[in-house]
């Protein structure tokens, strides 16, 4: 069993940057890899970075590619996601996620979510 709990979302301008920051509790957090998802109103869950449990391979979504970066501390127990350049579509709840492979659409666990929103 893995709990999950994202901090770091807010308002901010667009150019601006953000932090996502996830903990998670559980002794086999390592063994996952680790994913950031967003949602707006109406739209799909979409993937947008994820890493594997050695950090030895990403994913990013092409929409955010060259402007977040996903990283990890195992000894931490957690993800991060650091978010540069920040446009208005970007606005949308962000979740973590703690999945079995490194690109999927149904993690294992997720966390509860956490709002940024990029004004323009």
């Known amino acids: 069993q893995v709990q999950l709990v994202e901090s770091g979302g807010g308002l901010v301008q667009a150019g601006g940057s953000l932090r996502l920051s996830c903990a998670a509790s559980?002794?086999?957090?390592?063994?996952?890899?680790m994913g950031w998802f967003r949602q707006v109103p109406g739209k799909e869950r979409e993937s947008v970075a994820a890493?594997?449990?050695?950090?030895?391979?990403?994913y990013y979504a092409g929409s955010v590619k060259g402007r977040f970066t996903i990283s990890r501390d195992n000894a931490k127990n957690t993800v991060f996601l650091q978010m540069n350049n920040l446009k208005p579509e970007d606005t949308a709840v962000y979740y973590c996620?703690?999945?079995?492979?490194?690109?999927?659409?149904?993690?294992?666990?997720w966390g509860q979510g956490t709002q940024v929103t990029v004004s323009s």
């Open positions: 559980g002794r086999t957090f390592s063994s996952y890899a």
């Open positions: 890493i594997t449990w050695s950090a030895g391979s990403t």
């Open positions: 996620a703690a999945q079995s492979v490194l690109i999927t659409t149904t993690p294992d666990y």
